[in-house]
């Protein structure tokens, strides 16, 4: 049996709240305490000199895309142009760069953001902008939050029929079952290795910024059956849970989905709406800026209620992407019916999941947490969007912008939180996830650091149906499941003052977290461990090991 005692660091265990040394042994914490009683304890130790860096419990993303992920990060990404002219200017550049009739898939454009002086300069290309650019060239280009997208005609053409589908355009982004329909013609143009390479790439990336885990959300109309299987077959050490979104009709049926899709759970982006950027989240109430539109419903009650009651008799989790307050309450709605008829502990027992849950009044949330539902939210969407000006106010108006992602009241409810980035739309970057959740633009909406820092750890294992009280933490019997960190300084502090006043206090014994200050630098992973296997280390400077 080898240990490795690491010494000299800052290790953040809430039961050793001024820990400077951790032993890991086989894979588990065995002990935390200080450097001269570990170093008694554990003569025969690998020491590894930590020379002052932080050791913290290793992140889980709750929500990814990690084929789409690993495409952004190494392919076409339009989150940084400005306007429609500079969204053409690098499609040209980027088609420019690829063999003739190569797909070119692309994503991040946000027209709410752009600027200038000229309405033409804020709205986002036409097909017919972009067949000018790219010529025959099959073309795909997902909009930030990837409900909607711009193809090309070549890509069109691909798709029989498509004309006639719901959400098509000859010219606007298609939405719904034509956006859908589309994505999955792209994606049969990837190729197995493009597929395994991006997929790879994605989590990587995941492990060099302090993440162990990750859970895949795919469906039918998301990543396909190919790209799904292919994950459940790759040999990657970053923990993949798998959620594939498909309804089931029974509870053998969702028996025989589990089997066929080699799937942890039924449910992720079982999508009941869309997103607010692409106009189909389901709303009470008309979009303000455009009062036409309500959104999109994908799933109907009974539809939602049969996929309850199918999972939870099969002993299976299952979720629903929710965002806009119509597609909540039927959830919601669904959740309430069935506590009545088989009990909340039937349904509690499963940890069935809300994805995004951006707005949840505080009705709906008593019901969740009655029924031990957990919120898989993204924090860097309110960070993203939910500024004076930003996209919130302008689909929805200041009043309902106010509301949502409101992390503190769902908090106070007993809903069980957890924080993820939904990669690619914001990037797989925890400590500012964790930031965003406590720097909220809404204050009464913000939680604590301590808080968020357990819905990005501790609480993406719940999230993943594992609350056995020691697994997301560094208490000795937990998995070796960690980061180590390079950080500028560390601080106890709250997201408003009154837990400032006692966070801050000597005697609450809270252990210290990174300064998640706006503007100050973000910590540094150096090495990244899981079950006491390294996933990444950064090399030099992670410290010397005698």
Request: proline share 5%; with cysteine.
């Amino acid at each position: 049996m080898t240990t490795e005692l690491l010494v000299g660091g800052v290790v953040y265990a809430p039961g050793a709240p001024d820990a400077t040394a951790m032993a890991v042994s086989d894979g588990l914490v065995v002990w935390v305490g200080s450097d001269d009683v570990g170093r008694t304890l554990h003569p025969d130790a690998t020491v590894t000199d930590l020379d002052g860096r932080f050791v913290a419990p290793g992140f889980v993303d709750s929500h990814v895309h990690l084929t789409s992920t690993g495409l952004a990060i190494d392919g076409l990404t339009l989150n940084e142009a400005v306007d429609r002219r500079d969204c053409l200017a690098s499609l040209a550049a980027a088609a420019a760069a690829l063999p003739d009739g190569e797909l070119l898939w692309g994503l991040g454009w946000d027209d709410s953001s752009w600027t200038g002086t000229e309405p033409d300069d804020r709205r986002h290309p036409t097909t017919a902008e972009v067949d000018e650019v790219v010529g025959n060239r099959p073309v795909y280009l997902a909009r930030v939050d990837e409900h909607s997208a711009i193809a090309s005609s070549a890509l069109r053409r691909l798709v029989p029929g498509l004309s006639a589908e719901p959400g098509h355009h000859p010219d606007d982004p298609l939405v719904a079952e034509a956006h859908h329909r589309v994505r999955g013609a792209a994606r049969q143009l990837l190729t197995a290795a493009q597929r395994e390479r991006a997929q790879r790439r994605s989590l990587d990336h995941a492990a060099a910024n302090g993440v162990v885990a990750v859970h895949e959300n795919g469906g039918p109309d998301i990543s396909g059956i190919d790209d799904f299987l292919a994950l459940a077959d790759l040999d990657h050490p970053v923990e993949v849970r798998r959620y594939w979104g498909q309804t089931v009709e029974s509870a053998d049926h969702a028996h025989e989905l589990m089997a066929i899709t080699h799937a942890h759970a039924l449910g992720g982006d079982l999508f009941v709406d869309g997103a607010i950027g692409s106009h189909t989240a389901w709303l009470s109430a008309p979009y303000t800026d455009d009062p036409t539109r309500t959104g999109i419903s994908y799933l109907g009650y009974e539809q939602i209620l049969t996929q309850l009651r199918a999972c939870s008799e099969a002993g299976v989790q299952t979720g629903f992407h929710v965002i806009g307050d119509g597609a909540t309450e039927s959830v919601v709605a669904a959740f309430a019916e069935l506590a009545d008829s088989i009990g909340t502990p039937a349904l509690a027992r499963h940890a069935h999941r809300l994805e995004h849950a951006e707005m949840v009044t505080s009705e709906h949330a008593e019901v969740l947490a009655r029924c031990g539902a957990v919120a898989s939210m993204q924090p860097l969407f309110d960070a993203a969007w939910g500024g004076p000006g930003d996209l919130y106010e302008q689909r929805l108006g200041t009043d309902r912008a106010a509301t949502l992602n409101d992390f503190a009241m769902l908090a106070r409810a007993g809903v069980g939180l957890a924080f993820s980035s939904d990669s690619p739309v914001t990037a797989v970057e925890p400590w500012a996830t964790v930031r965003a959740a406590v720097h909220h633009h809404q204050p009464r909406n913000a939680i604590s650091a301590r808080g968020a820092f357990a819905a990005a750890t501790r609480g993406g294992w719940r999230a993943g149906g594992v609350n056995d009280g020691l697994t997301g933490t560094l208490a000795p019997g937990a998995p070796a499941s960690y980061a180590i960190w390079e950080v500028d300084d560390l601080v106890v502090g709250g997201s408003h003052e009154s837990v400032q006043r006692w966070s801050t206090d000597p005697r609450s014994r809270v252990p210290a977290l990174p300064d998640l200050t706006p503007g100050a630098k973000l910590p540094r992973c150096v090495r990244t461990v899981h079950r006491g296997r390294d996933l990444y280390d950064a090399g030099q400077g992670v410290g010397e090991r005698s």
